[in-house]
C-alpha cells in the first residue's frame, strides 16, 4: 500500500492549499459571530476610540437555529420522515409464493386472483414499511441523531455549509443484568452483548476537505477528513479488525509524545477561545487522514488487488485512512451498498461558484461592520461631549497647580497680569447623537432586509406599520415563514431524505430482523408538513376569533373547528373524540352530570342576571336622588336670592359663610352688581307675585307648594 499512501498525501496536501482562502472567510464569521474585530480592523481603531461590537450576527444565526429545531424536531416527537411502501412493491419471488400459498389455504384450496396477491403484498409490505420506521426511529434517538442536527444546522446558518456523516457500521457493547436458574444459585450476573449499530456524527468544517475543483458532493473525486486523536482512541482504533494494528503501534511508538501537524486556523481558533494560543498543547495526540473517494484501477493494481482485464479501465469508489508519513492502515471498497457518500451537506445560502456556501456570517459582513462603526461613532461623540474640554495656558497658571484635575469650586490661581488672556478656557464640543442614533437605526433595519430574518421573529414587540396589529403581525409571520420553509427544504433535500434512504439501506443489509425489509420509499416532510402546520394554526386560530359572534355562530361546527385547532397545536389529546362524546351522552351517569352542570350554569347565569339588575336599579335610584338634589339646591339658591335682593346688607355675611364652607365664586363681581344696579330694589321687599311660584307654571315639581315667606327690610 506504500505507492497508494504516497500519493494520497501529495493529493491532501493540494486539498488544504486550495481550501486557504475559504478558512479565511470562516474566521471572519466566526469572529463576527462571538463579536471580536479582525486584527487589522483592531489596529485601525487605536487604543483611545470605543470598540464597542453589537453582535448582531449572533441573533440572526440563533433565531434561524432555534426555528428550524422547532420545525424539524417538534415537541410531540413527530417523525420528519416517512417511509412507505412502493405503489408496485417488488418481494423475492419464494416470499411471493409464500403469500399466495397462504391465500390457497385461506381460500378452501381455491388459488387466489391476481388482485388478492398484490393486496395481499400491499399489506405485508406496509407492516414491514412500519416495523422499518420504528427501526430508524430507535437508532436515530439512540445516536442522538436530534443533537447532532442541531450542530450541522448551526454550521450551515453560521459558516454557509453543515456537514453530516451517517450511517458507518459501529459495534457497541449492551450490558445488562440476568438472573441465573435457581438450580444454579439465582444470582444476578452482568451480561455483555456486542451487537452493530449504525453511526452518525457532526463533522467541522476545520476538518473537511473536499475536492476544491467541483460545486457539488457528487462531481467530487475525494473528500478527506482530518481526525486529531488521543492515544487511547489512536489505541481502540488499531483493535479494530479492519485497521492495521502493527503500523499504528509502531508509528505510536516511534513518537511517544504524539505528532499533530500544526494549521494556521488552529492557533487562530485557539485565540479566539478562552485559552490563548501559546498555551495550546498537542501532547500526546495524533493525527490519522480518512479519504472517501474514487481510485483507478491502475493504483489498485500497484497495490497488488487484483482486477479483471475487462475492468481495469474503471474507478473504485473506495475508503482509505492513512498516518501523516504516508503509511496506509485501512482500505476498503464501498462498504454500504447502495450507498457511496457518507458526507450529506446542508447549504445555508449555496454559492454556485463553490462546493461550500455562504452562512449569515458572510452575507451580513458589510451591514455588521457599518452598524458597528455607527455605534462606535455615536459612543465616541458621547464621549467627548459627556465633560467640557479645558484649555489651560500653563503660564498664567501657578506651577504648584494640578491642571489635570477638575472639581466643584475649584480654585485656579493666576500668575500672569495680563486680563484678556484667560488662565483656563472651556472647549464645546458639537454633540451629534440623534443624527448618530438615525444611522445606527438605518444600519440595524437593513440587517433585517439583507438576511430576511426580521426582528419580530426573535419576539420583539414591533409596534409600527403592520406589526401594529395582531392581523398584520399574522401577516408578518406568515411571509417570514416563506424564507424558514425554504431553509427547511433545503435540509430535507440535503441531509434527511438522503440519510434516511442510506440509513434505510444500512438496514437492509446488516439488520438482523428479516420482517422488516421490503421495497420502500423515503420521503422527508419537514416542509409539508411541519411549516404547513404552523401556518395552519395561525389561520384556524384566527379563523376563530372572526368567527366568534352570535352572527356567525349558528353556521360554524364548533366541535370540528375545536378539534382541528388541537391537531394543528398538537394538543389534540385533550379534545374528546366523537366516540367519548356519543358514550357519554348515551351514559345516564354522565347525563345526570351534563345536566347538573347545565343547571349549574342557568343558575350562574340566573344569579348573575339578577346582580346585573339590581345593580340597575341601584344606579336608576342614585340617578333619581342626585336629581332631587339638584333641584333643592336650584330651589335653595334662589330663595337665598330672593332674600338676598331684599336685604342686600345681608350678601356680604352669607357670602362670607358660603366661603368659609369651601364655596369659590365662579361670576365675575361686576355681573352681580349689574344685575342688582338694573332691578332696584323697592322699600318692602320684591312683589308677591315675583317671589311665590306659579302653580300652573314651570315650578311644578317636588317643591310645588312651597314659597318665599315676605321679610321685612331693616
Known amino acids: 500500500m506504500a505507492p497508494i499512501g504516497v500519493r494520497l498525501k501529495e493529493e491532501f496536501c493540494r486539498a488544504e492549499t486550495e481550501r486557504r482562502l475559504t478558512e479565511l472567510r470562516w474566521l471572519q464569521d466566526l469572529r463576527q459571530y462571538r463579536g471580536k474585530y479582525d486584527p487589522e480592523v483592531t489596529v485601525r481603531i487605536g487604543a483611545n476610540r470605543s470598540k464597542a461590537f453589537v453582535r448582531k450576527t449572533r441573533v440572526k444565526v440563533k433565531t434561524v437555529d432555534s426555528r428550524m429545531a422547532d420545525l424539524l424536531f417538534p415537541s410531540n416527537s413527530e417523525r420528519s420522515f416517512t417511509l412507505s411502501a412502493t405503489p408496485v412493491p417488488q418481494i423475492a419471488p419464494d416470499l411471493k409464493k409464500m403469500v399466495s400459498g397462504e391465500l390457497t389455504q385461506a381460500n378452501g384450496g381455491q388459488p387466489p386472483s391476481e388482485f388478492e396477491v398484490k393486496e395481499a403484498i400491499k399489506k405485508l409490505t406496509d407492516r414491514a414499511a412500519a416495523g422499518m420506521a420504528q427501526a430508524i426511529d430507535d437508532q436515530l434517538t439512540e445516536c442522538q441523531y436530534k443533537n447532532v442536527a442541531r450542530q450541522v444546522i448551526h454550521s450551515g446558518n453560521l459558516y454557509g455549509t453543515g456537514v453530516l456523516k451517517a450511517p458507518l457500521v459501529e459495534k457497541k457493547v449492551r450490558q445488562s443484568f440476568v438472573r441465573e436458574p435457581k ?56 483493535r479494530r479488525k479492519s485497521f492495521n494494528a502493527r503500523a499504528i503501534r ?91 457518500w457518507p458526507y450529506h451537506l446542508y447549504y445555508f445560502d449555496k454559492d454556485e461558484t463553490s462546493i461550500f456556501g455562504d452562512g449569515l456570517g458572510a452575507i451580513m459582513r458589510d451591514d455588521q461592520e457599518m452598524l458597528n462603526a455607527a455605534v462606535r461613532m455615536m459612543l465616541d461623540n458621547a464621549a467627548l461631549t459627556a465633560g467640557p474640554q479645558l484649555e489651560v495656558n500653563t503660564r498664567l497658571v501657578g506651577t504648584t497647580e494640578k491642571i489635570n484635575e477638575i472639581f466643584p469650586f475649584k480654585v485656579w ?100 430482523d428479516d420482517g422488516i425489509k421490503g421495497d420502500f420509499d423515503v420521503q422527508a416532510n419537514g416542509t409539508s408538513s411541519m411549516v404547513a402546520k404552523e401556518v395552519r394554526a395561525q389561520q384556524l386560530d384566527q379563523f376563530s376569533q372572526l368567527a366568534a359572534n352570535p352572527m356567525d355562530a349558528p353556521y360554524i361546527k364548533r366541535d370540528k373547528l375545536l378539534r382541528q385547532r388541537a391537531d394543528a397545536h398538537d394538543l389534540s389529546d385533550v379534545v374528546k373524540s366523537e366516540e367519548e362524546v356519543q358514550a357519554e351522552s348515551n351514559n345516564p351517569m354522565a347525563q345526570q352530570q351534563a345536566a347538573m352542570m347545565e343547571t349549574q350554569a342557568k343558575l350562574s347565569m340566573a344569579k348573575l342576571e339578577a346582580e346585573i339588575e339590581k345593580l340597575g336599579a341601584e344606579v336608576a335610584r342614585l340617578r333619581a336622588d342626585a336629581v332631587n338634589k339638584n333641584v333643592a339646591s336650584a330651589y335653595a339658591a334662589m330663595q337665598a336670592g330672593g332674600v338676598a335682593a331684599q336685604s342686600p346688607n345681608i350678601a356680604p355675611a352669607g357670602d362670607e359663610i358660603l366661603r368659609s364652607a369651601g364655596w369659590k365664586d365662579s361670576t365675575p363681581e361686576e355681573s352681580t352688581a349689574d344685575a342688582v344696579g338694573s332691578d332696584p330694589v323697592p322699600p318692602n321687599g320684591l312683589p308677591e307675585a315675583q317671589l311665590r311660584p306659579d302653580p300652573a307654571g314651570a315650578m311644578r315639581g317636588p317643591n310645588v307648594g312651597m314659597q318665599t315667606p315676605e321679610m321685612e327690610s331693616a
Not at 456486542?194 to 475536492?211: G, I, Q, S
Not at 482530518?226 to 487511547?232: A, E, L, P
Not at 406599520?465 to 398584520?472: F, I, V
Open 183 to 238: 438450580d444454579k444459585g439465582g444470582k444476578w450476573t452482568l451480561v455483555s452483548e456486542t451487537y452493530v449499530t449504525p453511526f452518525v456524527d457532526w463533522v467541522p468544517l476545520w476538518r473537511f476537505y473536499p475536492d476544491m475543483s467541483a460545486t457539488t458532493l457528487e462531481d467530487c473525486r475525494y473528500v478527506f477528513e482530518r481526525h486529531v486523536m488521543t492515544k487511547s482512541a489512536m489505541l481502540a482504533l488499531a
Open 250 to 340: 509502531d508509528y505510536m511508538a516511534a513518537r511517544p509524545e504524539g505528532e499533530v501537524q500544526a494549521n494556521h486556523f488552529d492557533v487562530e481558533l485557539a485565540s479566539l477561545g478562552d485559552r490563548e494560543a501559546r498555551a495550546q498543547s498537542r501532547t500526546g495526540q495524533y493525527e490519522v487522514i480518512e479519504r472517501w473517494g474514487w481510485l483507478d484501477a491502475q493504483s489498485l493494481l500497484d497495490c497488488g488487488m487484483a482486477i479483471p482485464e475487462a475492468r481495469r479501465h474503471e474507478t473504485f469508489f473506495s475508503n482509505v485512512w492513512f498516518l501523516p508519513n504516508g503509511e496506509v492502515v485501512k482500505a476498503v471498497l464501498q462498504p454500504i451498498n447502495g450507498v457511496l
Open 413 to 512: 490661581p493666576r500668575t500672569g497680569d495680563d486680563p484678556g488672556s484667560p488662565a483656563v478656557r472651556v472647549l464645546e464640543i458639537p454633540n451629534h447623537l440623534n443624527v448618530l442614533s438615525t444611522l445606527v437605526g438605518m444600519f440595524e433595519n437593513n440587517t433585517d432586509e439583507i438576511t430576511a430574518i426580521p426582528r419580530f421573529m426573535t419576539g420583539e414587540n414591533v409596534a409600527s406599520g403592520a406589526a401594529g396589529t395582531a392581523s398584520g403581525m399574522s401577516m408578518l409571520m406568515g411571509a417570514a415563514s416563506i424564507v424558514m420553509k425554504d431553509l427547511i427544504s433545503s435540509f430535507d433535500e440535503g441531509v434527511t431524505k438522503p440519510f434516511i434512504l442510506a440509513l434505510y439501506r444500512w438496514n437492509m443489509q446488516f439488520n438482523p
